[in-house]
Nanobody, 131 residues
Framework: VQLQASGGGLVQAGGSLRLSCAAS????????MGWYRQAPGKQRELVAG???????NYADSVKGRFTISRDNAKNTVYLQMNSLKPEDTAVYYC??????????????????????????WGQGTQVTVSS
């Protein structure tokens, strides 16, 4: 499973950006997809998540400004970001959890501690909001 994110860039405060993240591989379905972000000197935090059925959740700091959506047929998740603020500046990462083959087998990876993990990460895309 590989995730390819795109759509980041430099924008003025109050502007908008749309991020996209496509999962590739022999994937039949993905349970949950989401966007996280990490600002310099801070921990990675959840921005928004969406289930395969379309249920969503958002960080309080982005509610009313960001909208997450997905296209299950394309295994792609989007993040529409409006009314951007300088504090939204960060590297944004997409995440996919519970990717399965048509036969129902879950993909997994082995993390640095030797544990199986069922989530995958994109490479990150920089979002910079100027004041």
């Amino acid at each position: 499973v590989q995730l390819q994110a795109s759509g980041g860039g430099l924008v003025q405060a109050g502007g908008s950006l749309r991020l996209s993240c496509a999962a590739s591989g022999s994937i039949f379905s993905i349970n949950d997809m989401g966007w996280y972000r990490q600002a310099p000197g801070k921990q990675r935090e959840l921005v928004a998540g969406i289930t395969s059925g379309g249920s969503t959740n958002y960080a309080d700091s982005v509610k009313g400004r960001f909208t997450i959506s997905r296209d299950n047929a394309k295994n792609t998740v989007y993040l529409q970001m409006n009314s951007l603020k300088p504090e939204d500046t960060a590297v944004y990462y997409c995440n996919a959890d519970g990717a399965r083959t048509k036969g129902g087998v879950y993909y997994y990876r082995i993390d640095s501690e030797g544990r199986p993990r069922y989530d995958y990460w994109g490479q990150g895309t920089q979002v910079t909001v100027s004041s």
